[in-house]
């Protein structure tokens, strides 16, 4: 099993800045993708960003230019915790963020860290 915790959310404005972290722990392997989707109130699930263990990464067309996605193999966890940084928010972008791990075919997820931006 892994356990996938985040932070990071919050409140903010049209415009500003937020990042959110989220790290893996329990039976970890080292070939795995990590990424963020997100959940709006009313709307589906969707993807926001994606990255692999050697750092190739892949965005919504919604966030891209704006959002930026990393993991640190250099950390004392090995590549266990990714970023998300996101910049220029937009009230459309409120919604709850959740972490999500891909390894030896099976999937799992974070609690959601919610992210609200207003005015």
């Known amino acids: 099993q892994v356990q996938l915790v985040e932070s990071g959310g919050g409140?903010?404005?049209p415009g500003g800045s937020l990042r959110l972290s989220c790290t893996a722990s329990g039976t970890i392997f080292a070939i795995n993708n990590m990424g963020w989707y997100?959940?709006?109130?009313?709307?589906?699930?969707?993807?926001?960003a994606t990255i692999t263990n050697v750092g190739y990464t892949r965005y919504a067309d919604s966030v891209k230019g704006r959002f930026t996605i990393s993991r640190d193999n250099a950390r004392d966890n090995a590549g266990?915790?990714?970023?998300l940084q996101m910049n220029s928010l937009k009230?459309?972008?409120?919604a709850v963020y959740y972490c999500v791990r891909w390894q030896d075919r099976d999937t799992y997820w974070g609690r959601g860290t919610?992210?609200?931006v207003s005015s």
Do not use: I, S
Not at 38 to 48: C, D, H, I, Y
Not at 91 to 94: G, S
């Open 11 to 13: 409140l903010v404005q």
């Open 38 to 48: 997100r959940q709006a109130p009313g709307k589906e699930r969707e993807l926001v």
């Open 80 to 83: 266990n915790t990714v970023d």
């Open 91 to 94: 009230p459309e972008d409120t």
């Open 114 to 116: 919610q992210v609200t």
